[in-house]
């Protein structure tokens, strides 16, 4: 019997992590308070599969099925029955901890939790759950169905058990799995949001544009996208957020906001998904 998966959050990433179980022939349930996030998530979904099946990664005739593996629901009552949850909310660490409490109460006994948490501490989640050994991250790159990368992340309790279940889950979706220890940023993090920082800082201080810091790391550095552009890509609230957990966690003041980027936060320019951050987009 296919392991049923739950993933909780309809967004960017948590329609991207459905629609990559889905993909891999698992029944899927994408579960949020929000039924207009849901209906939003669910076409995010199907025109992402479009686009793979115009690729020719996706054959065209599987597409029916791929789309009836997943279903949705806005009460978290839904996990009941889910080998693996993956939790994919807000970027925010109380409104996590309340929801792995919640889980915890919810899912059935043996059910791995997961948490697609950029920076937060997985211990630290882990003990709002009486399941320590259960609880562990797995933070998918963005976009997801796109990325190869799976941030694994062992909490001090997590098992090896759960840590082989979700590294051979996270095979079967066709991805590279990469252990790693629970410190705040992980490993990606660590070192992808000081950059972006120190490209905010140089805009801030008129080092150069926006466009200019950004040809200067995809030609001089051979990066797919410059910093500002992927900063605007990711949510630079959520950049934010990130940071903030860095500089609390580890104490260095090198992982300090750059004030600017608190700025176009408090101004509501959160990247993309605003229409505004460091570059202006159109509406979809």
């Given amino acids: 019997m296919t392991d049923r998966i739950a993933v909780l959050g309809a967004g960017q990433m948590g329609n991207g992590i459905a629609h990559v179980f889905a993909l891999a022939g698992f029944p899927v349930v994408m579960i949020d308070v929000v039924n207009a996030a849901l209906s939003k998530g669910r076409d995010t979904i199907a025109k992402n599969l479009d686009r793979q099946i115009a690729k020719g990664i996706v054959p065209a005739e ?35 901890f309340k929801i792995f409490a919640e889980l915890d109460r919810l899912a059935d006994a043996g059910t791995v939790l997961a948490t697609n948490t950029s920076s937060i501490s997985i211990t630290e989640i882990a003990a709002r759950t009486a399941r320590p050994e259960l609880v562990i ?69 008129g080092v150069g544009s926006a466009e200019s810091i950004d040809t200067v790391m995809k030609l001089g550095m ?37 004030p600017l980027l608190r700025k176009y936060v408090a101004a509501g320019w959160l990247g993309r998904k605003s229409g505004r951050g460091f570059y202006t987009y159109p509406s979809s």
């Avoid at 629901?73 to 970027?91: K, M």
């Avoid at 998918?140 to 909490?155: C, D, K, S, T, W």
């Fill in 62 to 96: 599987q597409r029916p099925e791929i789309l009836d593996r997943l279903s949705t629901h806005t009460s978290l009552n839904a996990v009941t029955g889910a080998s693996l949850i993956v939790e994919a909310a807000t970027e925010d660490r109380d409104l996590k």
């Fill in 137 to 205: 991250g797995m933070h998918f790159m963005n976009p997801a169905p796109v990325m190869q990368l799976v941030e694994i992340i062992r909490g001090l309790a997590t098992s090896d058990a759960t840590m082989q279940r979700v590294l051979a889950w996270s095979t079967a979706l066709g991805k590279t799995p990469v252990e790693v220890n629970d410190y705040p940023g992980f490993v990606a993090n660590r070192i992808l949001m000081p950059m972006i920082n120190e490209a905010v800082f140089c805009l801030m201080e």
């Fill in 222 to 258: 051979n990066h797919p996208m410059g910093p500002l552009a992927l900063a605007d890509l990711i949510g630079l609230d959520t950049c934010l957020s990130i940071l903030e957990v860095l500089h609390g966690g580890l104490g260095d003041s090198k992982y300090r906001p750059c």
